[in-house]
């Protein structure tokens, strides 16, 4: 039992240090330069949302876009999450402003990524602008 455990938080612990140094690389503050460093800035609905129980790496979320600001996205956009047990949480009917990369025929929102859902957008869009791109 003590065993498990020891493995167990060496298993948090390793994540965590591996989370810290994937996120060192974001800002302190948000810049315009930063968000846009992003290759795909799009804001949708969630209409549908897959979890792939057999790998946290599989899940995604499918949005209907109503806007973008660069990397001509498809829409609907599946973006997968980076980490679906650590990392963005999309829920369903939410509305959200996604800052993805495409890799390996996927588009991928980082756990460490400026991605956010609702008001918490607010400075986010303040900087962006409005959408040159709707749907």
């Known amino acids: ?28 503050y948000l810049t315009k330069e930063y968000l846009q460093s992003w290759e795909i800035i799009a804001f949708g609905i969630v209409t549908d949302i897959h979890e792939d129980l057999s790998s946290p790496h599989n899940g995604y979320a499918v949005l209907a876009l109503e806007g973008a600001w660069q990397g001509d996205p498809p829409n609907p ?4 999450h980076s980490d679906s047990v650590h990392g963005i949480h ?12 495409r890799a390996d ?19 986010h869009l303040e900087l962006l602008g409005d959408p040159p791109i709707r749907f």
């Open 77 to 80: 956009l599946r973006v997968y």
């Open 1 to 28: 039992m003590k065993a498990g455990c020891i493995i167990a938080l060496c298993g948090m612990l390793f994540f965590a240090a591996d989370v810290e140094a994937r996120c060192a690389k974001s800002p302190r």
């Open 90 to 101: 999309f829920e369903k009917g939410g509305s959200y402003l996604v800052f993805a990369s």
């Open 105 to 123: 025929h996927r588009i991928s929102a980082s756990i460490c990524g400026p991605t956010c859902r609702g008001d918490a957008c607010l400075q």
